[in-house]
């Protein structure tokens, strides 16, 4: 399998549950992302690892918490969310830390439902 | 600080007329610009960038966009629109701060009409 595959693609939790999302690449690239997308707002930038090492945490409430434990791999930690942390959530990698690789790669997403 | 305007949330156009979607980026060094397309249900796809080089970037699909550096643009375009372009597009910049960070604009829907 090529590219990069998340999973599930759709979740619905209760604010109490305690679920995860995946996120793998078969690319060989050195650097992975979480994103939020919500209706009518920007793509959100919420994490950024590279080489395994978190380079960035963008002010992210802490019911969200990832973990990369290789290159390939980067998850999503979800406890006590919100209604509206309701979103697709999707995940990508470049080749690096560098504006030059020529932008990222973009899994399915993960489509989110807090109830 | 950076930002990416795309001018029309919806933009529809009929099958086989121009597609021509509007993108503007405030930058105080030389941007890298990106357009992606998203099709429902799935994630963000590179249609096109430019680095350095040749302002006329041509893309997938049949897509392509002009760095404008005087206008602070890079406008995608497509001579003749397809019912599968219909998808949400993307513009996007590059940080200027940040090498690992890119600045997404709200998007544009295109719709394709029969």
């Known amino acids: 399998e090529t590219g990069v595959t998340q999973t599930p693609r759709h979740l619905v939790m209760g604010m109490t549950n305690k679920k995860s999302l995946k996120c793998e690449q078969h690319l060989g690239h050195n650097a992975m992302y979480w994103y939020k997308q919500s209706a009518k707002k920007p793509l959100e930038l919420m994490f950024v690892y590279s080489l395994e090492e978190r380079v960035e945490n963008n002010s992210v409430p802490s019911r969200f918490s990832p973990e990369c434990p290789n290159s390939s791999h980067l998850f999503l930690h979800l406890h006590t969310l919100q209604p509206e942390d309701s979103a697709l959530y999707l995940c990508?990698?470049?080749?690096?830390?560098?504006?030059?690789?020529?932008?990222?790669?973009f899994g399915s997403g993960t489509r989110l439902t807090v109830v | 600080a950076q930002s990416v305007t795309q001018l029309g949330s919806h933009v529809s156009v009929s099958e086989g007329a121009l597609v021509l979607l509007r993108c503007n980026y405030s930058?105080?060094?030389?941007?890298?610009l990106f357009w992606y397309v998203q099709y429902p249900n799935q994630g963000l796809q590179l249609l096109l960038k430019y680095t350095t080089g040749a302002t006329l970037v041509k893309g997938i699909n049949g897509f392509e966009a002009e760095f404008k550096k005087s206008e602070t643009s890079f406008h995608l375009t497509k001579p003749s629109a397809h019912m599968s372009d219909a998808a949400e597009y993307f513009c996007a910049v590059s940080d200027e701060d940040r090498d690992d960070k890119i600045i997404f604009g709200k998007g544009t829907r295109l719709h394709i009409l029969p």
């Open positions: 990508a990698s470049s080749q690096g830390l560098n504006r030059g690789d020529g932008g990222y790669t």
């Open positions: 930058s105080s060094v030389p941007p890298y």
